[in-house]
Each structure stands twice: as C-alpha cells, then as structure tokens.
C-alpha cells in the first residue's frame, strides 16, 4: 500500500506532550504513514503566520500529502473542523482563516465539516482537538478512508481574509508573518503589482517607513530598509544585514500600501 505523507504544523512548541501525542493518534490508526514536521514554533494563536507557513510549503509536497495544521485559538468554540481536498492533496484543521492563502490560489477545491463521530477519538476534549478531531481525520484520510464520509459538504467562512485590495495605483495588504531574521512578509504578491506596473515604480508604505522595491538585498547598503520578492514570490520588507521588524516596528496584522 502507497501511504501518503502526512505534515504537521502547529503552536504547540516543542516542550509539552501535544506534537508527540497527535503523532501517537496517528500512527495507531496508520501505522506506516510518514510525519513530516514543518514547524510546531509558530507564535500561539498566530493563525496569519501559520497561514503563511502552510502557503510556502505545501506545493513543494507530492500530490496526496495530508496537511494537518492546527493553530487553534478558538478551540472548543462554535468554529467548524474541517478537511479540504485540493487536486489530490488534503488539508486539515480548523475553519478559521488557516487555509486562506492556499486556498485563495487556487478555484478547484471543496471542504467538508468533520463531523462523522466514528473517525474521532472519545471523549473529545474541549482544548485538544489537533488530538481528538484533526489527528484521527489525517489519520483515517492517509488509511485510504474517502473524504466524502468525513461529513457534510460546506464553504469555509474565511477564505478571502488575507486578500489585498487593489485599486487603480494601489495595493492595500497587510504583513502576514515574520521569519526568524526579522524580515516582514506580506500578503501582496509582486506579480499583483506588475501586472499593473513594473515593480520599480511602486513605493511601500508599512507603519512610518516608506520604501522602494529592490531586486536583492545587496542593493540597498548595510542597514537600508527595503522591499522585495522573496522565495514565495510575496513582497518582503528587510534591512539589509538588521531585523526589520523591531526596526520598523512591524508585526502580524501591520497595514501595507503599495502606491505607484
């Protein structure tokens, strides 16, 4: 039997027991599957940067992989368990803007709710569901049980959270993650701005800072400020050799202005 690969990303750190105990749920119930970790260290309840993380990684999968992510900040509460199932490749987690990004670049998807009570775990706690719900449902989909008996069909209620709002010389979007060198990515991707101008005629306008749009950070001198695409082929704001966030004062949620 070919068992697809199964990634995890979460909140959940590296410390306490909840990694391991979701990867215990796992492989009790598909034994041979193998866990691929993309990050458990994502700031808790970050849901834009754990967005972001699922958004950068996934298409370097093989088709057929199950994304289980779990950034759950409303655990417990009215919001919907879901799986998504994307060409051939499944996501799982909460409705809660997590699969905005992947789903936003792509039309050919659908979601269901999982609510088939015979693919969870019992009792199902009210603070762990990565462990009762969304582990059990990867678990079962990699064990080649159909999406379709998860549960009922259903839209997601948050997958034009992070969209940039285009007008006719300007893109408003928002910073949506920041990696460990303090470069801030945003949710504006540089296609978006050169289908409407070439990229050296934006400026970047993010907290009190306004910047242009470079092609390497070699072209801004030590210590410069600065706009451009990074690997994702999202616009990134950096300073060359320093930390933008704490220079620039930026964080998950800061507003962005491209202007030509």
Not at 209 to 234: C, F, Q, V
Not at 245 to 251: D, I, K, M, T
């Amino acid at each position: 039997m070919n068992v697809p690969a199964i990634t995890l990303l979460s909140d959940f750190g590296l410390q306490d027991h909840y990694v391991a105990v979701m990867k215990g749920v796992i492989l009790e119930i598909c034994p041979a599957v193998p866990l691929i970790d993309i990050s458990h260290l994502v700031a808790p309840g970050d849901v834009r940067s754990a967005a972001f993380l699922l958004y950068a990684s996934h298409r370097y999968f093989p088709q057929g992989t199950i994304h289980l992510a779990v950034v759950d900040p409303g655990v417990g509460t009215e919001r919907r368990p879901v799986a998504i199932r994307m060409g051939a490749s499944y996501f799982v987690g909460p409705d809660n803007g997590l699969f905005s990004l992947v789903v936003n670049e792509e039309t050919d998807w659908e979601a269901r709710i999982l609510e088939n009570a015979t693919l969870r775990r019992h009792p199902v706690s009210n603070t762990f569901h990565g462990r009762d719900i969304f582990a059990p449902a990867a678990a079962h989909l990699a064990a080649g049980v159909p999406f379709d008996t998860l549960g009922p069909p259903c839209d997601l209620l948050s997958v034009s959270r992070e969209k940039p709002v285009v007008t006719k010389d300007t893109v408003h979007g928002e910073v949506i993650h920041i990696d460990r060198f303090g470069n801030a990515l945003t949710n504006v991707a540089i296609e978006v701005l050169e289908k409407m101008a070439p990229a050296k005629q934006w400026t970047v306008s993010a907290g009190r800072s306004t910047l242009s749009i470079r092609k390497t950070y070699g072209e801004a001198k030590t210590g410069e400020a600065l706009a451009l695409a990074g690997s994702t082929g999202l616009v990134e704001i950096a300073v060359n050799g320093g930390n933008a966030a704490s220079r620039l004062q930026l964080h998950p949620g800061t507003r962005v202005v491209f202007r030509l």
